[in-house]
């Protein structure tokens, strides 16, 4: 057993590599902000506002040489997953330039992979994809732990992990499967739409799952009966996303004609309001507060949109010019990532919605152009070049909403 003394070296030892592991973050800190300040001054000559002033940083944007429609983020760690035309590719990211690193990358399907989602414990990642096959990767290296090859009789487009054992596919046919990993097959079938399942949502009791499907109807199946519920009346377009909301009593489905459908929690059958954002369509939505949800459009275009009182807050960024496949939330941090068809994720800061509190029904004047809710949205007053970019300005959404019965 170590003596007193020893306990005490080490313990003033890793206080040292502690300090010296601060100072090289700091150091690196430094030499970014002067780089991108463009200052030609010595590394540790400052403007005292800018040390004064907390800074809030976020990754540095990922690019690659293959189109990207899929970003997830891995719990808990600096980690995230993108999916390319030809497969996977793991990442680690970093606030810093030069900072992210690939980590693996997979091919083991034969086809395009369509959906990731990881493991609630963070240790296995899910794919699916249009060869009709499942996999499942160790995330460390990305080896293959288990396959279910033809899965579906149809190419696969959404997955979702409901728990440690179960999790659900669908299909491009409109085919529902729940799978159980300790039988190693899928417990429950049922195919109740008429075109693909595009995305899925499960309740905190891990009790009923919804779908949103191409015929423009939302599906209710219940999991612990295995059965079938109901299908709600079809909708105008598309349904593209669901998000749950006010903790879980609002169930909010995006759609391809730019509409935003709510659902009561106990009345799946109907709409309760809907709200019609000026976008040319919600390819998808995340949820950031129980109150605010993030949509992405193919205008590229990020949005900030409160959910009853129904409101668009303003732009947290954009793909110029570029459809935007996908949103993920971090885990660890205030900010959100985007993948678009410019063959890049970007990082935004959304540490502001956090205090953003919309409590009348008021409109607010028409100002011309959406709000600008971080840094690197256009319009912020933190962008010195912005005047001079030749890019369209995005209008401010004129936001609609009819048939509401609930509050």
Not at 12 to 32: A, H, K, P, W
Not at 54 to 74: D, G, Y
Not at 290 to 297: A, H, R
Request: with cysteine; charged share 25%.
């Amino acid at each position: 057993m170590p003596g007193i003394e020893t306990c005490l070296n080490q313990f003033r030892m890793g206080g040292l590599m502690e300090v010296l592991e601060r100072r090289e973050r700091l150091v690196q800190m430094r030499r970014t902000l002067n780089r991108n300040l463009g200052y030609e001054t010595p590394l540790w000559i400052f403007p005292l506002k800018l040390l004064q002033t907390p800074l809030p940083f976020t990754p540095v944007e990922i690019s690659s040489l293959l189109e990207m429609w899929m970003v997830m983020f891995m719990c808990e760690h600096s980690f995230l997953e993108c999916i390319c035309i030809d497969g996977t590719i793991a990442y680690s990211y970093s606030c810093f330039e030069g900072g992210n690193k690939e980590l693996w990358s997979s091919g083991h399907h034969l086809k395009s992979c369509r959906e990731v989602s990881f493991s609630h414990d963070g240790h296995k990642l899910y794919t699916a994809s249009k060869d009709k096959s499942i996999h499942i990767l160790n995330v460390e290296e990305g080896r293959l732990v288990t396959r279910f090859s033809k899965a579906h009789n149809s190419a696969l487009n959404s997955l979702l992990v409901i728990d440690e054992n179960l999790f659900a596919t669908g299909d491009d046919s409109g085919e529902l499967k729940v799978w159980d990993l300790r039988k190693g097959t899928s417990i429950m079938e049922a195919k109740e739409h008429e075109e693909y399942i595009s995305g899925m949502a499960v309740d905190g009791n891990k009790k009923l799952l919804l779908t949103t499907s191409g015929d423009g109807t939302m599906g209710v199946f219940n999991i612990k009966r295995r059965r079938f519920e109901l299908l709600s009346e079809p909708q105008n377009g598309e349904l593209t996303a669901i998000s749950l909301m006010k903790r879980g009593k609002k169930v909010a489905c995006g759609s391809s004609e730019g509409t935003i459908y709510l659902f009561n929690w106990d009345g799946f059958g109907a709409t309760s309001d809907r709200f019609a954002l000026k976008a040319e369509s919600i390819d998808c939505m995340v949820p950031v507060t129980e109150n605010i949800v993030c949509t992405g459009s193919t205008d590229g275009v990020i949005r900030a949109v409160n959910i009853l009182p129904n409101r668009v807050i303003g732009s947290i960024g954009q793909h110029v010019g570029e459809p935007i496949e996908q949103l993920a939330q971090c885990h660890t941090g205030p900010f959100l990532a985007s993948c678009g068809h410019d063959q890049k994720v970007k990082f935004w800061d959304i540490s502001s919605l956090r205090s953003v509190i919309v409590d009348d029904y008021r409109k607010k004047k028409k100002s011309g152009q959406l709000k600008a809710l971080s840094s690197k949205a256009f319009g912020s007053g933190e962008d010195f070049f912005a005047d001079l970019r030749e890019v369209p300005a995005v209008q401010e959404d004129d936001s609609v909403a009819t048939e509401s019965d609930s509050d």
